[in-house]
T-cell receptor
Framework: GENVEQHPSTLSVQEGDSAVIKCTYS??????FPWYKQELGKGPQLIID?????GEKKDQRIAVTLNKTAKHFSLHITETQPEDSAVYFC???????????FGKGTRLSVIA | NAGVTQTPKFQVLKTGQSMTLQCAQD?????MYWYRQDPGMGLRLIYY???????DKGEVPNGYNVSRLNKREFSLRLESAAPSQTSVYFC??????????FGDGTRLSIL
């Protein structure tokens, strides 16, 4: 089955700097790659996603890139703010009703 | 906009007690999921229901049972709770080929 590895497990950046979180997946048939943000005491919330027919997607300060050949995808957050501090999860999925497989998460701390 | 609603939010059980965690969604989603979240382990799938009337095991199903009561509701049952089941449990749902939405979790402690 699918396996998703996520790095780093913790990341500290200064406010205003960029943050990058990387994930690799094992099943070349996976075609959907979402990123979730989880704040303390809350459930994960989708922040951006990308499908395998697209190489990059942006939404304001966040972007996701996908390299299908290398089977890895990354989350980029620019101009980080203290409210970006949270745990971020990547995930991968085959098409249809197959479940998402999640990475183990990255705890991002943005230092003011 | 309720989305995915989980009850209860917190629960403390004694070893050997039974309990059912409830989940309901109001988005007319076909698929529903139960995950557990433990420190350093990410989100691990316990059971899922791809559509009303079907359920399937995920990565960590032992010690749990599920019921897809109708399209809206998907419950998770612990028949004989064990300390290893202390965790935060999340329910999620989605429509086919659409993003997955999570509830805010049930924090379960087993003494």
């Amino acid at each position: 089955g699918e396996n998703v590895e996520q790095h780093p497990s913790t990341l500290s950046v200064q406010e205003g700097d960029s943050a990058v979180i990387k994930c690799t997946y094992s099943d070349s048939a996976s075609n959907y790659f979402p990123w979730y943000k989880q704040e303390l005491g809350k459930g994960p919330q989708l922040i951006i996603d990308i499908r395998s027919n697209v190489g990059e997607k942006k939404d304001q300060r966040i972007a996701v890139t996908l390299n299908k050949t290398a089977k890895h995808f990354s989350l980029h957050i620019t101009e980080t703010q203290p409210e970006d501090s949270a745990v971020y999860f990547c995930a991968a999925r085959l098409s249809g009703n197959t479940p998402l497989v999640f990475g183990k998460g990255t705890r991002l701390s943005v230092i003011a | 906009n309720a989305g995915v609603t989980q009850t209860p939010k917190f629960q403390v059980l004694k070893t050997g007690q039974s309990m059912t965690l409830q989940c309901a969604q109001d988005m007319n989603h076909n698929s529903m999921y139960w995950y557990r979240q433990d420190p350093g382990m990410g989100l691990r799938l316990i059971y899922y229901s791809a559509s009303e009337g079907t359920t399937d095991k995920g990565e960590v199903p032992n010690g749990y049972n599920v019921s897809r009561l109708n399209k809206r509701e998907f419950s998770l049952r612990l028949e004989s709770a064990a300390p290893s089941q202390t965790s935060v449990y999340f329910c999620a749902s989605r429509a086919t080929e659409q993003p997955q939405h999570f509830g805010d979790g049930t924090r379960l402690s087993i003494l």
